[in-house]
């Protein structure tokens, strides 16, 4: 039976495991941390649960589609909970709850915009073509070559997929109210970069948003985690939990065996992991980088620092002892300048200085993430990748700034109510997930870090390694992430099938 070694049990590595489980393989999981889940691992704190990384449960059916794929449901391993209102936005002058239902999201729509309504479905039947397409058949492709995309159905709907014309010129072609537009530029926030410079075939993003809905899983997103964490041991995955790599080993230009430190034991535990291949679901540039000899690497330093990343994210993990009358699963704070904000990550780098942000209330939704009577709240605030000078007195200073708007808008205080703070940052992201420029979500998906313009799924120097994850096809964000596992997965069996 060949043997396969997966770096890292994010969303990506725990989707490539599984299918290569699936299609015969010893499957061996590495992984630094106690528990696998990644970016998406959860920590427990006087009696408060927090998820520490995604919040958002957007396109059900790719799960969908994930678990049916092993002939199972969502359900079999977790329940959800679609969220109405989806969200609430906090604008500087007013307050605007997203409901699930379409019929009264076309009123709102109409009430903030007369005709508006009417442009929204036309807005969305475009939207809809662009899901379709872009989950069921982009994003499934792995990026290797040009080929893949000459496709019949793919050179029929070109034009309609918008891929040369960006977010902000599409969505004003529908719209010119400001709180509207704000409203379906949101998403591609998810994406990682300014909505000129986001390829309009992503409104995909709002269909996911308005059609398809947003969600909870009962217990937080980490309980999806535990599903596919589950689903693993099902079908015989192998998982060695604090074991840090520290080096891949090489015989020519094939990798023999995976090499890693017990990160518990005070001496220094080293384990050997055989393999025939090795799925890099750990950073890839820290792969690259650190873990192979330059001669072997695919990427040039200069190439790495020419990328355009996606943000890194300044977070807050807050627990409090008395429930709020004014809040919602999830609040969006468009209350400053969202211009000025989105120049400090993107354009000009630099610590923001009136962020927009977004909180997360799960115990709203959740009473058993909480202690009886508490809420637990989830800051965050988006900040360039790469910045210097992440400090505790610097991050005391936004959780000030943001805390006195967060009062002021749901009209009650909280601050004598906090009964624990935990801080989260590009320091953070670096040490735990040896991210790179300390980033929270991967490359920006811009029309040139899109499909075959991505760091390849495989090395282009070692013939048994291969990549999965936010750093490479299809992208950043949870749903890609399960997709990157099995595209990835798919790649191998094929190039390893005698």
């Not at 508006?116 to 662009?130: C, D, N, P």
């Not at 040139?448 to 936010?470: D, E, V």
């Amino acid at each position: 039976m060949k043997k396969v070694v997966v770096i890292g049990s994010g969303f990506a590595g725990l989707s490539a495991a599984s299918f290569m489980a699936q299609a015969g393989w010893e499957v061996t999981v590495v992984e630094k941390h106690p528990i696998p889940g990644g970016r998406a691992r959860k920590f427990l704190a006087k009696g408060f649960s927090f998820d520490m990384g995604p919040s958002w449960y957007w396109m059900p059916d790719v799960f969908e589609r994930f678990f049916k794929s092993f002939g199972k449901l969502p359900s079999d391993y977790y329940s959800l909970k679609r969220l109405d209102p989806s969200y609430r936005i906090f604008f500087r002058d007013s307050v605007m709850d997203i409901p699930a239902n379409f019929l009264k999201l076309k009123e709102l729509f109409e009430k903030t915009s007369p005709g508006s309504a009417l442009q929204l479905e036309r807005f969305l039947e475009e939207a809809a073509f662009k899901y379709d397409v872009g989950i069921n058949k982009l994003v499934h492709k792995p990026g290797r070559k040009l080929t893949e995309f000459v496709d019949t159905d793919l050179a029929k709907g070109i034009l309609k997929l918008d891929v040369f014309t960006s977010m902000k010129k599409h969505i004003r072609k529908y719209f010119n109210h400001p709180k509207l537009i704000q409203l379906l530029e949101f998403p591609v926030l998810f994406l990682g970069a300014l909505p000129e410079n986001i390829p309009a075939l992503y409104s995909l993003m709002n269909y996911a948003d308005i059609k398809l809905g947003t969600w909870y899983p009962a217990g937080g997103m980490y309980e999806v985690v535990n599903g596919m964490y589950k689903l693993c041991e099902e079908l015989g995955v192998q998982f060695s939990f604090n074991y840090n790599v520290s080096e891949l080993l090489l015989e020519k230009n094939q990798i023999t065996a995976v090499k890693a430190v017990n990160t518990l034991t005070k001496l220094e535990e080293v384990k050997l992991f055989q393999a025939d291949v090795v799925i890099g679901a750990a950073d890839y540039h820290f792969i690259e980088t650190v873990l192979l000899p330059e001669k072997f690497r695919s990427y040039s330093n200069k190439y790495w620092n020419s990328r355009v990343m996606a943000p890194s994210c300044l977070l807050y993990y807050v627990g409090i002892n008395k429930k709020l009358k004014n809040v919602l699963h999830h609040s969006l704070f468009f209350d400053v300048d969202f211009d000025e904000h989105a120049r400090e990550i993107y354009q000009q780098p630099k610590w923001p200085v009136e962020p927009l942000f977004y909180v997360s209330a799960t115990s709203v939704t959740d009473e058993l993430v909480a202690p009886k009577g508490m809420e637990n709240l989830f800051f965050l605030i988006p900040i360039a990748s790469g910045l210097t000078g992440d400090t505790e007195e610097l991050r005391d200073q936004y959780f000030e700034k943001i805390l006195r708007r967060f009062e002021e808008r749901i009209g009650e205080n909280i601050k004598e109510n906090i009964i624990y703070r935990k801080s989260y940052a590009v320091k953070d992201f670096v040490n735990d997930y040896n991210a790179f420029k300390g980033n929270a979500y991967g490359l920006a998906n811009t029309l040139m870090q899109t499909a075959i313009f991505k760091p390849g799924l495989k090395s282009k120097k070692i013939k048994n390694l291969f990549y999965t994850g936010q750093l490479t096809v299809p992208g950043p964000g949870v749903p890609p992430s399960l997709i990157s596992g099995e595209v990835v997965a798919k790649e191998v069996v094929k190039e390893f099938k005698n």
